[in-house]
């Protein structure tokens, strides 16, 4: 905002002096370029006759009408899946009056960086009063879905080295940002299967993601191969991130996350067998 102690550096050369038409131009346009040069789009200051009657009775008040711009409406264009209420309250958020340049151009290059987005821009246009202004942003999205294929050898000899792996990808499913994700990955002794599905529940980009991973895995390698000792788990998790600072600079999240696993071992294929002595029957349960 501009200050008390701005405006007095303006006037102070006029005070107790005979002032001129002029000189009452010249301080309006010295105010107006506080909102200019602070970045405050669209802001002026006027003065108007009838806002100085003191003037004219010859008190010597003089009274400027300060016009601080506000944004009235986000227009959005160009959307094919995403939601327009997912980009409005996301650029609302970065709204302020005076209405500033600065804060608005950091929403836009945050936005950018979100992965529904490849390009976005927008433009300021005069609403129907004075001071009011309507953004019009323009948005490119980026391609939803997403299909990938692997083959790598990441994981331990004793279930197979070598493997294959299979993603299925849609980063916004009913188009307000919402991700869902499957992936399988299977290798001589090893099966997983990991799906998980996110959701947007703020403008903040807080967000609560679900999850459940099935493994199911034989030791294949010798001496033990012959044991036929193989392992089947599951893990369900929830979890919430919260960012609490977001900026082009700065960016710091809080988060909870809750699992529950459950595991069996076996022997000779179908026999449960435990391979630690406080575990019965190969069965271990986890809360986390």
Known sequence: MITQEQVQQVVAPFLSKNVTLEDLRKIQTQLTELYTQAGYLNSLVRFLPQ???RLEA?????VYRAIESKLVKIEVQNLSHLQQKYVEDRLWTYESKPLNAKSLEEGLLLLQQDQLISKIEGKLIPGSSQGENIWIVRVEEAPVWQIATEISNEESPFIGEWGAKAILENK???GVGDHAQVEYKQTEGLERLLAN???PLNPQNGRLQLSYQFNKSEIIAEPFDPIDIRNESFTISASFLQPL???LTDKFSLGINVEHRESQSFVFNDFPFSFSSNVRDGFTELNV
């Open 58 to 62: 010859g008190e010597g008040i003089i």
């Open 197 to 199: 599905i996110s959701v």
């Open 172 to 174: 916004n499913v009913f």
């Open 245 to 247: 600072i977001f900026t």
């Open 51 to 53: 806002d100085n009657h």
